[in-house]
């Protein structure tokens, strides 16, 4: 568990600490590297920006084995999480603070599904980590639970990027989960969604979030076109359609023609970006249901609050908040205070690895937990020892499993080899992922 930790946190870390022993070799491993940080003390980044120059750092003997020579009071043997999924940039908050009127715009706009008619069509603008997909998500899981009348389907454009990918969801939406076979025609899709939607006398609402990403793959006139004329050809469907974007120079109309225009014209609703009070109570509210109490510091909180006010993206506090809650963790410190801000600070404008990880379906990231929890234990991840684990605590057949893997590896969160052994057998590796 701990190895696992280190490794990864010296992932996040490695650049970092490279620049503090660029003249020492570097070390073979990566625990070796993150040990010999703290052995030697030469670490300019470590005391950098510190007052507290003689800072002590609570090592776990258990994690460092005992040649290191530091003085270590207050070793710490328990966690500083309360609910570590709060902290994850994927948590769906139960309360969206300072949306409710644009809540209110999104049911509007939905409501009219409800009555059988077609949803409002709607354009949402907003720079990054306004709340945009947050927002779309709790507006769907509230239709969602509504019996049969509106089926909200939700397309992240990140992941999926052709028409036929869209209606591939529509269909796994309308059918409870079921994947559509890929050597289907777009054709043959079409029109089973046509039978599923008349036999469940539903409507739909689709939603395209970060629909820049289809029209950058030259699928989103043909995807509207389908979507918004589909009544044309298959008689009474209504669907409605919302393009979600935080691309502020993403202009819908230069990507589609006369033809999808005439039928489009969404209604534009904008996610301004939150202010500095918004983000604290924000940020408060996670570090109150995920972190023990009194671990943050009231300078670190301001710290990572600035974060996020600055970069005019909540998300950055939220992340950086994750990444120095598991450093301080793996440093043993028992606060979370300003100096480990400042170590992940360098790091705040890479996050792809946690902006991928909030397009993943439930059972995506319940496998991903599940085979980090595996790598943990050290063991080899071949497909099928992995497997057999995911039949007996997960209970999904082979194929969604393989087919689970394999978007997993394209997301970039794991990666797999094939391995000589008694024959050649392919095994996952998890390594730099938390
Ligand atoms: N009002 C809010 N209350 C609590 N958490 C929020 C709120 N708004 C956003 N968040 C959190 O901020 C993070 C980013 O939000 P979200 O993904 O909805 O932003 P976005 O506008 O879709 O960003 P992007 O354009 O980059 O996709 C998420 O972890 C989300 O839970
Ligand atoms: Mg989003």
Partial sequence: MWIYKVISSTFDYSFLLCLCFKTAPRPSSPRKYFKDSLHTGKSQIINNNCTKSCRTLNINPNTISGDINMNRPNINTHSHFLNESVIEVSYMPEELKHRDHLLDELHHAASPGLRGVQPQNLIIRGLPGTGKTTAIRKVFSELDALPGAIVPVYVNCLMIRTQFGVFSEIFRALSDGQSYPLNRS?????????????????????????????????????????????????????????????????????????????????????????????????????????????????????????????????????????????????????????????????????????????????????????????????????????????????????????????????????????????????????????
């Avoid at 298959?234 to 023609?257: C, N």
């Avoid at 790091?347 to 902006?355: D, G, I, L, P």
């Fill in 186 to 434: 777009l054709q043959k899709i079409t029109m089973m969604i046509n039978g599923l939607m008349k036999k469940k006398n539903c409507t739909l609402l689709v939603c395209l979030d970060d629909v820049n990403y289809l029209a950058d793959h030259g699928e989103l006139n043909e995807t509207l076109y389908s979507l918004l004329r589909f009544h044309e050809i298959h008689g009474e469907a209504k669907i409605g359609v919302w393009a979600a974007t935080s691309d502020m120079t993403f202009d819908l109309f230069t990507h589609t023609d006369g033809r999808v225009q005439s039928v489009f014209m969404p209604k534009e609703v904008f996610f301004h970006p939150y202010g500095r009070d918004e983000i604290a109570e924000i940020l408060h509210d996670r570090v109150k249901k995920g972190l023990r109490y009194g671990f943050i510091t009231n300078g670190a909180f301001e710290m990572l609050v600035d974060a996020g006010y600055d970069s005019g993206d909540l998300r950055t506090s939220l992340i950086l908040l994750r990444r120095s809650a598991y450093l301080a963790e793996d440093l043993g410190s028992d606060l979370l205070d300003e100096w480990i801000v400042r170590q992940v600070l360098p790091h705040s404008n890479n996050f792809t690895e946690e902006k991928v990880a909030e397009t993943l379906r439930p059972r995506e990231m319940e496998l991903l937990a599940l085979i980090k929890e595996l790598a943990r234990t050290g063991m080899e991840l071949s497909m099928s020892a992995v497997f057999s684990e995911v039949k007996e605590r997960i209970g999904c057949g082979y194929s969604v499993f393989f087919k689970t893997v394999n978007r997993l590896e394209k997301a970039g969160m794991i990666r797999t080899e094939m391995v000589k052994g008694r024959g050649r057998k392919r095994v996952i590796v998890v390594d730099g992922i938390r």
